[in-house]
């Protein structure tokens, strides 16, 4: 059962963008950046904005949140302009594609600060008309009260953090609402974004049978929109559920039983009309998410915020070559560091292209479709899928149990496979690296010989 490709992370560490072309029902006809080629990969960007402070922290939470001491919104919300300022001119983007307000709780943020951020978008760098700008909401009644207020700032997609419609596990899980409550807010949020509404929900949770886990399931896909975001709970050490397990109070439903429960969840989402376009997202009515969507297919991506990543070329400073970036996670800390140089940037590190590579694979296999020849080709010019993992002994194998697929349309897992991508991916890694590194010694060794035969002509 994979573990770690189902975790509750939407903060990937993968860079993320995609240009969406659709036609009037939505349909999603052309990848821009597989058209147009390469060069275009440093133009656009998506936009991540990280909202730190939560009332409480979750039992299985080890995320960068923080319990706010005191009202600073409108510093929070100053600093917040400031640094999308900086990295904005930093990356030297022409164009947003899509927003992501993540957290932490971002609807406890003022919806000014939405308005706000959304405004210094469109001052530095085009936002795109159809952009999809997404909020992270926590469904509380004060969560629900303020949904109209978000999407009259620009708000036009919520991604609603249901976890689970059983009150006892709500409170196990340290959730501030009822069940009810989060159904209210997920018709509140359909009533204002009709087809854009994504609930998230958690398996694997405490005393948790797949018999209940489907009930629940089905209970919420009579009410739940055109998307669903499946997450396993997993122990983090250090959290309160993580002591509470080591302590013998709380029992973990065993790792098999948790596969069920991923199977089971597939089924049932197929059998309502939801396609399955990535290890842990569903969709109908082409309801995907474009910002995630972006991360998966190894676009640039800007973080903004106590403790964001992104992935961008800083061409304003004179970069070519990609970095990840880390922001100063504590967010008073990272608010002086803003006021004091336009940004939190703690650390900054030039990808190599092995790593970038790395990231492309990893993050692009999570997704059914998994990784065009041309998209690959974005990225690796010189070194083709075929090349890579053609030959591989252990990839050869994988594909003789029918686990992955290699053919003219790129790699990707197969349905079976996709379950077990946590133990594919080591492999493909492996034979990556190979690939690369040989590659680089046959081209130091050409190198060598040209300038033997340059220095002593015959």
Same mark, same amino acid.
């Given at each position: 059962?994979?573990?770690?490709?189902?975790?509750?992370?939407?903060?990937?560490?993968?860079?993320?963008?995609?240009?969406?072309?659709?036609?009037? *029902?939505?349909?999603?006809?052309?990848?821009?950046?597989?058209?147009? %080629?390469? /060069? &275009?990969?440093?133009?656009? /960007?998506?936009?991540?904005?990280?909202?730190?402070?939560?009332?409480?922290?979750?039992?299985?939470?080890?995320?960068?949140?923080?319990?706010?001491?005191?009202?600073?919104?409108?510093?929070?919300?100053?600093?917040?302009?400031?640094?999308?300022?900086?990295?904005?001119?930093?990356?030297?983007?022409?164009?947003?594609?899509?927003?992501?307000?993540?957290?932490?709780?971002?609807?406890?943020?003022?919806?000014?600060?939405?308005?706000?951020?959304?405004?210094?978008?469109?001052?530095?760098?085009?936002?795109?008309?159809?952009?999809?700008?997404?909020?992270?909401? !926590?469904?509380?009644?004060?969560?629900?009260? =303020?949904?109209?207020?978000?999407?009259?700032?620009?708000? !036009?997609?919520?991604?609603?953090?249901?976890?689970?419609?059983?009150?006892?596990?709500?409170?196990?899980?340290?959730?501030?609402?009822?069940?009810?409550?989060?159904?209210?807010?997920?018709?509140?949020?359909?009533?204002?974004?009709?087809?854009?509404?994504?609930?998230?929900?958690?398996?694997?949770?405490?005393?948790?049978?797949? =018999?209940?886990?489907? !009930?629940?399931?089905?209970?919420?896909?009579?009410?739940?929109?055109? &998307?669903?975001?499946?997450?396993?709970?997993?122990?983090?050490? *250090?959290?309160?559920?993580?002591?509470?397990?080591?302590?013998?109070?709380?029992?973990?439903?065993?790792?098999?039983?948790?596969?069920?429960?991923?199977?089971?969840?597939?089924?049932?989402?197929?059998?309502? *009309?939801?396609?399955?376009?990535?290890?842990?997202?569903?969709?109908?009515?082409?309801?995907?998410?474009?910002?995630?969507?972006?991360?998966?297919?190894?676009?640039?991506?800007?973080? +903004?915020?106590?403790?964001?990543?992104?992935?961008? +070329?800083?061409? %304003?400073?004179?970069?070519?070559?990609?970095?990840?970036?880390?922001?100063?996670?504590?967010?008073?800390?990272?608010?002086?560091?803003?006021?004091?140089?336009?940004?939190?940037?703690?650390?900054?590190?030039?990808?190599?292209?092995?790593?970038?590579?790395?990231?492309?694979?990893?993050? %692009?296999?999570?997704?059914?479709?998994?990784?065009? &020849?041309? &998209?690959?080709?974005?990225?690796?010019?010189?070194?083709?899928?075929?090349?890579?993992? %053609?030959?591989?002994?252990? +990839?050869?194998?994988?594909?003789? $149990?029918?686990?992955?697929?290699?053919?003219?349309?790129?790699?990707?897992?197969?349905?079976?496979?996709?379950?077990?991508?946590?133990?594919?991916?080591?492999?493909?890694?492996?034979?990556?690296?190979?690939?690369?590194?040989?590659?680089?010694?046959?081209?130091?060794?050409?190198?060598?010989?040209?300038?033997?035969?340059?220095?002593?002509? $015959?």
């Amino acid at each position: 059962m994979i573990k770690h490709t189902l975790h509750a992370c939407r903060r990937a560490l993968s860079p993320g963008l995609r240009c969406f072309s659709q036609t009037s *029902g939505g349909e999603i006809i052309e990848d821009l950046f597989e058209r147009t %080629g390469s /060069a &275009h990969l440093t133009k656009q /960007a998506s936009l991540y904005v990280h909202w730190p402070y939560c009332l409480r922290r979750c039992s299985y939470c080890n995320f960068n949140k923080y319990i706010p001491r005191e009202d600073n919104d409108h510093m929070m919300t100053e600093c917040l302009q400031r640094e999308t300022e900086t990295l904005l001119q930093l990356s030297q983007v022409s164009c947003i594609t899509s927003v992501f307000f993540g957290g932490g709780t971002p609807s406890l943020a003022p919806p000014s600060t939405i308005a706000a951020v959304l405004e210094t978008v469109s001052r530095r760098a085009h936002l795109l008309d159809k952009a999809e700008v997404t909020l992270e909401v !926590n469904p509380t009644p004060v969560g629900k009260s =303020k949904l109209e207020d978000y999407w009259h700032a620009g708000v !036009n997609r919520f991604s609603i953090g249901v976890q689970s419609l059983q009150d006892e596990d709500l409170k196990v899980l340290g959730r501030d609402y009822s069940s009810h409550q989060a159904l209210q807010t997920v018709e509140e949020a359909r009533r204002l974004c009709p087809g854009r509404v994504s609930v998230d929900v958690m398996f694997g949770r405490p005393n948790q049978s797949v =018999k209940s886990w489907e !009930n629940e399931l089905c209970e919420l896909l009579r009410v739940s929109d055109d &998307h669903v975001s499946l997450y396993q709970l997993t122990l983090e050490r *250090g959290t309160q559920l993580f002591k509470q397990v080591q302590a013998g109070k709380v029992t973990m439903p065993a790792e098999e039983v948790t596969a069920d429960m991923y199977q089971c969840a597939r089924r049932i989402l197929h059998q309502h *009309g939801f396609l399955q376009y990535e290890v842990s997202n569903f969709a109908r009515n082409n309801a995907v998410s474009h910002h995630n969507t972006s991360y998966w297919k190894g676009r640039q991506y800007i973080g +903004v915020g106590p403790g964001a990543h992104g992935r961008f +070329v800083p061409v %304003g400073e004179g970069g070519v070559i990609r970095e990840a970036r880390t922001q100063t996670l504590e967010p008073d800390v990272w608010i002086h560091e803003v006021q004091q140089r336009g940004h939190g940037t703690r650390r900054r590190i030039r990808l190599s292209h092995l790593e970038l590579l790395e990231e492309v694979l990893v993050m %692009g296999m999570r997704m059914t479709q998994g990784i065009h &020849h041309k &998209h690959w080709e974005l990225f690796s010019p010189q070194l083709a899928l075929h090349d890579v993992f %053609g030959t591989s002994i252990d +990839v050869q194998e994988l594909l003789q $149990r029918g686990q992955l697929i290699l053919d003219d349309r790129g790699l990707r897992c197969s349905w079976d496979g996709l379950a077990l991508l946590d133990s594919i991916l080591p492999a493909l890694l492996v034979e990556l690296e190979r690939q690369i590194s040989q590659r680089l010694h046959r081209d130091h060794h050409c190198a060598d010989g040209q300038t033997k035969r340059t220095c002593n002509p $015959r």
